[in-house]
């Protein structure tokens, strides 16, 4: 969670990496207007203790940026997209930010000339960018909360098959480097990695504590989210849809 290197960081650093970014939007991509953006670094400790005789801490550093924005060429305007990127360590940050700016003006760029087609029933290509979008809802109705309420479907639906069989999706919150990546949750119990989906059939709820008691689970597994400033509530921190047998250029 922490390098050394990120104590070097300057702001002059951070402010370089902006200027290289708008001289190759200038220089390459004109037409895409950036409507906003931002880069930050930040290192932070986070300590928990109650008076049941829980406590943990943590020290983490990380340096992300994030920009929106849309290309225009004339009458001919495209639809807003937005990227972002991460890292624990300023050379990592330098290459894979270059080349997330890079496919954000890509994107932007390929939304200009967009044309209706007539209707058609038949099968869509889904890009992984979009997969995401798709999976937000699904995964939202895994929140125990959600199903304590009556607002999910799938509070029946423990080991049976709600998707199909390709899809597998697995919680690791011990993953070196990412940013989901911690060693306990917000009430200071250990992050466990587990299988979430295996090839269709859901294999957990999101639990905090208080929902496991209410459900009558054994623990929470790590899955309570949130700060100080509110009660925790229910999700999961750093999720992998498993990836399937077919090549990526097939």
Same mark, same amino acid.
């Given at each position: 969670l922490y390098s050394d290197e990120m104590d070097t960081i300057s702001f002059e650093d951070i402010l370089e990496l902006v200027k290289q970014s708008l001289e190759i939007k200038n220089?390459?991509?004109?037409?895409?207007?950036?409507?906003?953006?931002?880069?930050?670094?930040?290192?932070?400790?986070?300590?928990?203790?109650?008076?049941?005789?829980?406590?943990?801490?943590?020290?983490?550093?990380?340096?992300?940026?994030?920009?929106?924005?849309?290309?225009?060429?004339?009458?001919?305007?495209?639809? !807003?997209?937005?990227? @972002?990127?991460?890292?624990?360590? &300023? +050379? *990592?940050?330098?290459?894979?930010? =270059?080349?997330?700016?890079?496919?954000?003006?890509?994107?932007?760029?390929?939304?200009?000339?967009?044309?209706?087609?007539?209707?058609?029933?038949?099968?869509?290509?889904?890009?992984?960018?979009?997969? !995401?979008?798709?999976? @937000?809802?699904?995964?939202?109705? &895994? +929140? *125990?909360?959600?199903?304590?309420? =009556?607002?999910?479907?799938?509070?029946?639906?423990?080991?049976?098959?709600?998707?199909?069989?390709l899809l597998s999706i697995n919680e690791n919150p011990h993953i070196p480097g990412f940013g989901g990546t911690t060693s306990f949750d917000r009430e200071g119990m250990a992050t466990v990695p587990k299988d979430v989906i295996k090839n269709g059939v859901i294999k957990s709820f999101f639990y905090n504590h208080y929902e496991a008691k209410k459900a009558g689970a054994s623990s929470s597994q790590g899955n309570a989210l949130g700060g100080a400033s509110a009660s925790p509530s229910c999700g999961p921190r750093q999720l992998q849809v498993e990836p399937g047998s077919t090549a990526l250029s097939d």
């Open positions: 220089s390459k991509f004109p037409k895409v207007s950036i409507d906003s953006g931002g880069f930050s670094f930040y290192k932070g400790f986070k300590f928990i203790s109650s008076s049941k005789g829980i406590h943990a801490g943590e020290i983490e550093a990380g340096i992300s940026a994030g920009y929106m924005g849309m290309a225009v060429d004339g009458d001919d305007i495209g639809s !807003f997209d937005h990227e @972002g990127c991460f890292s624990r360590n &300023l +050379s *990592a940050f330098r290459k894979e930010q =270059s080349e997330n700016f890079s496919e954000f003006l890509v994107k932007c760029m390929n939304a200009l000339k967009a044309k209706k087609i007539d209707g058609f029933r038949g099968n869509i290509l889904i890009p992984p960018d979009s997969v !995401f979008s798709f999976l @937000g809802d699904l995964l939202g109705s &895994l +929140s *125990a909360s959600s199903i304590r309420r =009556s607002r999910s479907k799938f509070g029946d639906k423990m080991n049976i098959a709600v998707a199909s069989n």
